[in-house]
């Protein structure tokens, strides 16, 4: 499965960003779509959003309040807007589903947040 994110960029703190990840399958037959950041220089991705079975969605604590996640089916795109945007929510992004048994990412898109 191909996932392309973008939208990623340069904002300064108290600004908003909204991240895409366009899937090459129907988001409707995938069992669980993920956002996930990892920090330069770092090796673990933390979890920051995700929608299962197309109905439950869960947020980090650190996010909540801050981001959404979305979906567009007929474009079969799923969407992070991030909002009230921190220093330290700088990362690089990545979009991430389990289909058909397999967990599949995309190649990220870093977000920097300036002070």
């Known amino acids: 499965v191909q996932l392309v994110e973008s939208g990623g960029g340069l904002v300064q703190a108290g600004g908003s960003l909204r991240l895409s990840c366009a899937a090459a399958v129907d988001l409707l037959s995938i069992s669980a779509i993920n956002w996930y950041r990892q920090v330069p220089g770092t090796t673990q991705r933390e979890l920051v959003a995700g929608i299962k079975s197309g109905e439950i969605t869960t947020y980090a604590d650190s996010v909540k309040g801050r981001f959404t996640l979305s979906r567009d089916l007929a474009k079969s795109t799923v969407y992070l807007q991030m909002n009230s945007l921190k220093p330290e929510d700088t990362a690089v992004y990545y979009c991430?589903?389990?289909?058909?048994?397999?967990?599949?990412w995309g190649h990220g898109t870093l977000v920097t947040v300036s002070s």
């Open positions: 991430s589903v389990d289909w058909q048994n397999n967990r599949y």
